[in-house]
């Protein structure tokens, strides 16, 4: 486990996790691969960052379970086991010290990447929260799901949820706290899923609110309630959290996401707050995509996040850094 603040670059680590049968569309499994292809390693490299591509996540030592797998749970068997690994896999990238960095792969790998995390920092007691940047809440469980694809499950099996308690198999799991779980740009919710959300009373920046107020004053105070908690910040990006128009790449378009620069500005506003300590890219579907235009302004979002600019300005000197 690293105590102290490490000296820069900062470290980076790399994961594929090529899963797309939480998804009702295949192809996510050429994520990770698209975005080595559009330049990530490259790109990172070219912004001062130490960077270690780690390849694809392996399940060969992964035994499947006996549980009985919970009712409208397509493939949850699939599911749990590239879950148990990588909530290891990132649990150990979190003591390492790196800044991981997981390419999906459809939403389900947030179920092991982020449970990994929570537990990490639980460890060494910080709080830690979610931004799940994303056209939809996935809030749903085995209860409220009207198609049983489980990657509309992750986040509210992140939020300890019941139905799928036995996911994890004798790997700790380390339930988010409601209120540290941060849905924004969120347009396409189910109606059994709207209900559970407003009960849990989770933080949702809807589309309509981006309108509104702007989407610079909404991350602000994302950003804030972070800070004030002297929190960790893990962004959950993805990719149709942006409008069709920008990324038709991926499997469930929904019209009316974010634009390019604002997109930009959510990224350059992250980095500039020095919080985040870790991502996921999820749902990209290179077989969708127009001659890779999605993966590369994926690539492009991933550079601002990490501190490429238009113009040189000033910004923390803890932006992107490893964890104290």
């Not at 990238?93 to 991981?100: M, Y």
């Not at 990719?239 to 378009?253: E, N, Q, W």
Request: with cysteine; net charge negative; hydrophobic share 40%.
């Amino acid at each position: 486990m690293t105590d102290t603040l490490e000296t820069s670059p900062p470290r980076v680590a790399l994961l594929g996790v090529p899963v797309e049968i939480g998804a009702s569309q295949r192809g996510t499994l050429m994520g990770p691969a698209a975005l080595r292809t559009a330049g990530l390693v490259t790109l990172l490299g070219s912004l001062g960052l130490d960077v270690t591509d780690c390849g694809d996540l392996r399940m060969d030592d992964i035994a499947e379970l006996a549980d009985v797998p919970p009712e409208n749970t397509k493939h949850y068997r699939e599911i749990q086991r590239w879950v148990r690994a990588l909530s290891r896999r990132s649990h150990e990238f979190a003591r390492s010290g790196a800044v991981p960095i997981f390419l999906g792969g459809d939403h389900t790998l947030s179920m092991g990447s982020v449970n990994g995390l929570a537990r990490y920092w639980h460890e060494i007691g910080r709080e830690f929260f979610v931004l799940w940047l994303d056209a939809h809440a996935d809030y749903n469980t085995p209860a409220t799901t009207l198609s049983g694809n489980m990657h509309g499950m992750s986040a509210a099996f992140l939020c300890g949820e019941p139905g799928l308690d036995n996911l994890l198999g004798d790997e700790p799991r380390t339930a988010l706290a409601p209120e540290r779980l941060e849905l924004f740009g969120i347009r396409s919710v189910d109606r059994p899923e709207r209900d559970l959300l407003r009960q849990r009373h989770i933080n949702i920046t809807d589309m309509r609110a981006v309108d509104e107020f702007g989407v610079g004053v909404l991350i602000g105070r994302v950003i804030d309630r972070v800070r004030t908690r002297n929190g960790v910040l893990h962004v959950s990006f993805d990719v149709d959290f942006l409008d069709p128009c920008t990324a038709p790449g991926v499997g469930t378009t929904v019209p009316g996401g974010a634009t390019y620069r604002e997109a930009h500005l959510v990224m350059e506003m992250l980095h500039d707050c020095g919080l985040v300590r870790s991502v996921d890219i999820v749902e990209l579907n290179p077989f969708l995509d127009e001659r890779g235009r999605t993966a590369r302004t994926v690539v492009e979002l991933i550079g601002s996040l990490f501190g490429q600019q238009i113009i040189d300005r000033p910004t923390p000197s803890n932006a992107i850094a490893p964890q104290d």
